[in-house]
């Protein structure tokens, strides 16, 4: 469980985009694009080879081929990471595994603290299912930008402890997250074969105090037309990938470029623990409008990175809670009876479309619904406080239809409260404003037939929750 926050300023920004796309060379490789998500070791401690065969198998179902193991010092680290290769073999798939070294947890002041990266990156380079870039383990990481290594800076303590060590020189492609300023990213040659993006799944310009700049006049809490369109053009944007991918074509490597993509975020840790209480403005169906922007942008960006598939801490999963699965202590309230997996269907037809460049034929009518379980202005005896940027939500449901043919989608969240819409073949994005004490609910008609009819049981948009909560709750159905 992790985050990290490196805000870019506007006016890089905007000089990074204008000819980015001419300034970025290629990567030279025969791997073809790819869709990981980012899986948390760190809350696998129970996990069997049976669980992993489990999370693989669905991931795979839904067009995800490869999951980045994120580690740490956990002492059942070591075997949990061994269970997921012996899964993936067992399964004789072709899905993908790679370490990514969750630096925050890791020791990397002195020089033998890069002995057991290199170890464990030894052990698994040539396991069947490690992930290879032209005949290289590919390798990740999150964090890592102030690790030395006992050398006199950074980059250098990256080469001479790990990426170009004698142990391991020529064996790895190593595309991390570091939080740095991307016009520093010449400093890093002999270290970057590429870049991950961690930040770039979420508008994490978008705070409360940044508002008024970014949306002049804007009323979040009830959008004009005009506010709306700037702040769905905020939502989803390329604009730090820009940054990114422009400044790799100054490193003098092979320049691979990951974007990162996520549905939600929300935490709630109070000081005494993780101490981390903030939430990401994930409204204006960011998890379709980032995909769709990853699509329009896909001659760009080599692999994408789910954030996340578990982790619970953070909102941001995809993928189930397993019987008895570790959570982070404290989040079980906004966790427990807000299951993700009705994400997954999307997340197959958008990653299908990046990988291929074509939207694959939708077969069957599919309805997405999901909402926070309270409004962003109640007031609950919750002695952690609000979420900090919690100010900047929208209090709706937001629904997404793959529609098969055209139709009509009637959202509503009173019997006395409801709103119908035309549906068009393909992706729909549409929202209502939620009501206090109202439901969730979404009927999809065509030719004056039911074809789906959603209300979810347990959730309600409760004026008066006990504690807060910005989670999503999320429904799904699909047309029989």
Same mark, same amino acid.
């Given at each position: 469980?992790?985050?990290?926050?490196?805000?870019?300023?506007?006016?890089?920004?905007?000089?990074?985009?204008?000819?980015?796309?001419?300034?970025?060379?290629?990567?030279?490789?025969?791997?073809?694009?790819?869709?990981?998500?980012?899986?948390?070791?760190?809350?696998?401690?129970?996990?069997?080879?049976?669980d992993?065969?489990?999370?693989? !198998?669905?991931?795979?179902?839904?067009?995800?081929?490869?999951?980045? &193991?994120?580690?740490?010092?956990?002492d059942?680290? *070591?075997?949990?990471?061994?269970?997921?290769?012996?899964?993936?073999?067992?399964?004789?798939?072709?899905?993908?595994?790679? &370490?990514s070294?969750?630096?925050?947890?890791?020791?990397?002041?002195?020089?033998?603290?890069?002995?057991?990266?290199?170890?464990?990156?030894?052990?698994y =380079?040539?396991?069947?299912?490690?992930?290879?870039v032209?005949?290289?383990?590919?390798?990740?990481?999150?964090?890592?930008?102030?690790?030395?290594?006992?050398?006199?800076?950074?980059? @250098?303590?990256?080469?001479?402890?790990?990426?170009?060590?004698?142990?391991?020189?020529?064996?790895?492609?190593?595309? +991390?997250?570091?939080f740095?300023? *991307?016009?520093?990213?010449?400093?890093?040659?002999?270290?970057? %074969?590429?870049?991950?993006?961690?930040?770039?799944?979420?508008?994490?310009? &978008?705070?409360?105090?940044? $508002?008024?700049?970014? &949306?002049?006049g804007?009323?979040?809490?009830?959008?004009?037309?005009?506010?709306?369109?700037?702040?769905q053009?905020? $939502? @989803?944007?390329?604009?730090?990938?820009?940054?990114?991918?422009?400044?790799?074509?100054?490193?003098?490597s092979?320049?691979?470029?990951? =974007?990162?993509?996520s *549905?939600?975020?929300?935490?709630?840790?109070p000081?005494?623990?993780?101490?981390?209480?903030?939430?990401?403005?994930?409204?204006?169906?960011?998890?379709?409008?980032?995909?769709?922007t990853l699509?329009?942008?896909?001659?760009?960006?080599d692999?994408?990175?789910?954030?996340?598939?578990?982790?619970?801490?953070?909102?941001?999963?995809?993928?189930?809670?397993?019987?008895?699965?570790?959570?982070?202590?404290?989040?079980?309230?906004?966790?427990?009876?807000f299951?993700?997996?009705?994400w997954?269907?999307?997340t !197959?037809?958008?990653?299908?479309?990046?990988?291929?460049?074509?939207?694959?034929?939708?077969?069957k009518?599919?309805?997405?619904?999901?909402?926070?379980?309270?409004?962003?202005?109640?007031?609950?005896? %919750?002695?952690?406080?609000?979420?900090?940027?919690?100010?900047?939500?929208?209090?709706?449901m937001?629904?997404?239809?793959?529609?098969?043919?055209?139709?009509?989608?009637?959202?509503s969240?009173?019997?006395?409260?409801?709103q119908?819409?035309?549906?068009r073949?393909?992706?729909?994005?549409?929202?209502?404003?939620? $009501?206090?004490?109202?439901?969730?609910?979404?009927?999809?008609?065509? @030719?004056?037939?039911?074809?789906?009819?959603?209300?979810? %049981? @347990?959730?309600v948009?409760n +004026?008066? *929750?006990?504690?807060?909560?910005?989670?999503?709750?999320?429904?799904?159905?699909?047309?029989?």
């Open positions: 469980m992790h985050s990290f926050t490196y805000f870019y300023s506007i006016n890089l920004l905007a000089a990074t985009l204008v000819g980015a796309s001419h300034l970025r060379i290629p990567r030279q490789s025969t791997v073809p694009k790819l869709v990981v998500a980012h899986h948390i070791v760190g809350l696998t401690a129970n996990y069997s080879v049976e992993w065969v489990a999370d693989i !198998s669905l991931a795979q179902a839904n067009a995800i081929d490869g999951f980045a &193991l994120n580690i740490g010092t956990d059942y680290t *070591p075997q949990q990471v061994e269970n997921a290769f012996l899964a993936a073999e067992q399964l004789s798939s072709s899905f993908k595994l790679f &370490l070294f969750d630096m925050t947890s890791y020791h990397c002041a002195a020089l033998t603290d890069a002995d057991p990266l290199r170890n464990l990156t030894l052990q =380079a040539t396991r069947p299912n490690q992930f290879q032209d005949g290289q383990a590919f390798v990740s990481a999150f964090s890592g930008e102030t690790c030395t290594f006992g050398q006199g800076d950074v980059a @250098g303590g990256w080469r001479v402890g790990y990426t170009q060590h004698p142990d391991i020189a020529g064996k790895i492609h190593f595309v +991390p997250s570091f740095v300023d *991307p016009a520093t990213f010449s400093q890093y040659a002999g270290v970057l %074969d590429g870049d991950f993006n961690w930040n770039s799944a979420w508008p994490i310009q &978008l705070t409360a105090s940044a $508002i008024p700049n970014l &949306l002049p804007a009323n979040l809490n009830q959008l004009d037309v005009t506010a709306e369109t700037a702040l053009k905020l $939502i @989803g944007s390329f604009d730090p990938d820009t940054a990114h991918i422009t400044s790799l074509a100054t490193t003098q092979s320049r691979t470029y990951m =974007a990162a993509v *549905p939600w975020f929300f935490t709630h840790f000081p005494n623990t993780y101490n981390k209480n903030f939430v990401y403005d994930c409204d204006e169906h960011l998890w379709v409008s980032r995909w769709e699509i329009a942008n896909r001659d760009h960006v692999f994408v990175e789910i954030l996340t598939w578990n982790d619970f801490g953070e909102s941001h999963y995809i993928g189930p809670k397993h019987d008895g699965q570790a959570l982070p202590p404290g989040s079980e309230a906004w966790v427990d009876g299951d993700h997996t009705g997954l269907g999307l !197959s037809y958008f990653a299908t479309a990046f990988k291929t460049g074509a939207t694959p034929p939708i077969e009518d599919q309805l997405v619904m999901w909402a926070r379980p309270h409004p962003k202005s109640a007031t609950p005896a %919750d002695p952690v406080g609000p979420p900090r940027d919690f100010q900047i939500l929208q209090d709706k937001w629904a997404v239809v793959l529609a098969t043919a055209d139709g009509q989608l009637t959202l969240s009173l019997d006395a409260d409801s119908t819409f035309d549906v073949e393909g992706v729909n994005k549409l929202s209502l404003p939620l $009501i206090p004490g109202g439901y969730m609910r979404g009927v999809l008609t065509r @030719g004056g037939q039911t074809v789906i009819d959603l209300k979810p %049981d @347990g959730f948009f +004026p008066n *929750p006990p504690a807060y909560n910005f989670n999503a709750f999320v429904a799904n159905a699909t047309a029989a």
